[in-house]
């Protein structure tokens, strides 16, 4: 194990949760975290050049073992947005897809061995790795935006830009309680996002930490506690695993919730 | 932790990865799989019709069967009919031709009994004749007891 900093448990975790930066530009909001982007692009690329090879020789015929695969997770996917949505599915279902298996395998990496990653770029040169990205708010964030984004999008294509604002300023309390109206749309709108990225950040997020304090038995220095910790490790990552599934889930299912909800006339 | 520059790279590759999902992944797919959905739905038709057919021509065989089978009884019985009929002729045929042969033999019969029971009398006579000479030697000339011969002739 790596904890021999003079801290102990909480300078390892402290290691751990920081991220490799560069900034360019003044302000500390000009930093991009090479960790976070790096992973989850690579991610992304795999992913899509994986499925990519499977689709593009598609056959309506006897499928391989891979295009029946692939087949499935888009079918599952398929039912979900159509149990949701009536309608053109044509961006609503290839986003619910790369949101589920993009989600999935980002919060997979939560279940590497904790310090694998970090060790391996540390010998590149990396002072600080966090494998994770979904346990970055800015990646749950990129992609609630995104999804508010295309809300909004839909909203103005399903109602028309009169027909949106009407909707905006009239509804739930009728068109006397205009600016009441307005602000509870705006919370709304706004309360969909937030909740979202910090849910899937949450729930990443406390799974790597508790990977980090059971990671902090091993070192503990007994053997009872080592033992304990090879035990929580197992048992965590089990229950972890559990969970990076569900909130991929989630994740999927109520983005495309938002945006079907955004289609329907109030 | 803090909201950074982060948030538009990540933003960005996730728009990129909608976007390559939405036209190299997602249709195809899907294509392929509707296809395959109305060959599955073709193919159940079709095999459903063939057996539909099939039973079809089933009962079409099974009366074909039962026809041809009636027919074959009809046939057999008619030849029958026609053996008899004609076994029938040849007997009343046979039975005349016999008749008729039955009928020409006795005429011939008839008549040489007839000849013969002529010639006979015309040998019994003479040798009456001679026996009678014998026994009488002079008495009796041939013309004078002609009346009588004659009368025994006839009675013969």
Redesign the interface.
Known sequence: MMIEAPGGLSEYINHHLKNLTIHFGGGSFWTVQLDTLGVSVVIGVALSALLWACAHRATSGVPSRGQAFVELLVEFVDGQVKDVFHGDTRLLGPLALTIFVWVLLMNLMDVMPLDVIPYLMGLAGAEHFRAVPTSELNTTFAMSLTVLILTIFYSFKAKGASGYMKEIFTVPFGPWLAPFNLLMNLIELLSKPLSLSMRLFGNMYAGELLFMLIAGLLGAGSTILFGLGVFGYLAWGIFELLIIVIQAFIFMVLSVVYIAMAQQHH | ???????????I??????W???H??????????T??QQ?VAEGLEAAERAHAELKQADTQVADEVRKARQQATEILGKAQQQANLVMEKARADAQAEIGRQQAGAQANIDRMVESAREQLRGQVANLAMQGAEKILQREIGPAAHKALLDQLVTGI
């Open positions: 932790m803090n909201i950074n520059a982060t948030l538009f790279g990540e933003a590759a996730f728009a990129l990865l909608i390559f999902c939405m190299f992944i997602w249709p195809p797919l899907l294509n392929a799989m296809e395959r060959k």
